[in-house]
């Protein structure tokens, strides 16, 4: 079982270029996560869904997009990548006993 | 909005003392605390977590923690450190009633020394 699983491991990105950070999971949960790491700050949820088919915004937002149209995968797109966005990217799952899992994380570096 | 201290952003600490990494949190109504661990380059792993009950919570690796109401603080011990408990441990607190809003602390550095 592989849990959660994030690709690309790192990325170097040209500012203003459109960017997908995938996440896979395999433990059949309804509940996902994206959160953004950085120095000092600890992690930041940027969004969640609750099920398939559903997404919301949560505290750092503006920027990025989601989508979930299936229970598996959940996608994190920068439309635009500015370099305030250089962060540690982490995917995560819930589960009934609302413990929370994570993936291996993407290293995003915007030039 | 909730908000999670953690006072200490590093604390050393020689092999086989204790030690206690320290959480407040800001709100007065009913939560749920975790305190998570992450080893160098990898995502974060479930130390322990309170939803109930008891207000000492045993976790994995030999650490627990006590949730107090009243000084709203879920402070994270050990009474014996290895080399390898070094790493950066997170202080989590959710809602509840709407497990969205999940706000983490900044994260304390415990570097533990041979």
């Known amino acids: 079982i592989a849990g959660i699983t994030q690709a690309p491991t790192s990325q170097i990105l040209a500012a203003g270029r459109r960017m997908t950070l995938r996440c896979t999971q395999d433990?059949?949960?309804?509940?996902m996560y994206w959160y953004r790491q950085d120095l000092g700050l600890g992690l930041r949820l940027i969004h969640y869904?609750?099920?398939?088919?559903?997404?919301g915004k949560g505290e750092v937002p503006d920027g990025y997009s989601v989508s979930r149209a299936n229970t598996d995968d959940f996608p994190l797109t920068l439309a635009s990548a500015v370099p305030s966005q250089t962060s540690v990217y982490f995917c995560?799952?819930?589960?009934?006993?609302?413990?929370?899992?994570f993936g291996p994380g993407t290293r995003l570096t915007v030039l | 909005a909730q908000s999670v201290t953690q006072l200490d952003s590093q604390v050393p600490v020689f092999e086989e003392a204790p030690v206690e990494l320290r959480c407040n949190y800001s709100?007065?109504?009913?939560?749920?605390l975790f305190w998570y661990v992450q080893y160098p380059n990898q995502g974060l792993q479930l130390l322990l977590k309170?939803?109930?009950?008891?207000?000492l919570v045993k976790g994995i690796n030999g650490f627990e923690a006590e949730f107090n109401k009243s000084q709203t603080s879920f402070h994270l011990r050990k009474p014996s450190v290895h080399i390898s408990d070094t790493a950066e441990y997170f202080c989590?607190?959710?809602?509840?009633?709407?497990?969205?809003?999940?706000?983490f602390g900044s994260g304390t550095k415990l570097n533990v020394k041979p």
């Open positions: 709100s007065s109504v009913s939560v749920y």
């Open positions: 989590a607190v959710s809602d509840p009633t709407n497990f969205n809003k999940f706000y």
């Open positions: 995560a799952s819930r589960d009934l006993t609302d413990t929370q899992y």
């Open positions: 433990m059949r949960h309804n509940a």
């Open positions: 869904s609750n099920t398939a088919g559903t997404t």
């Open positions: 309170y939803l109930s009950g008891s207000t």
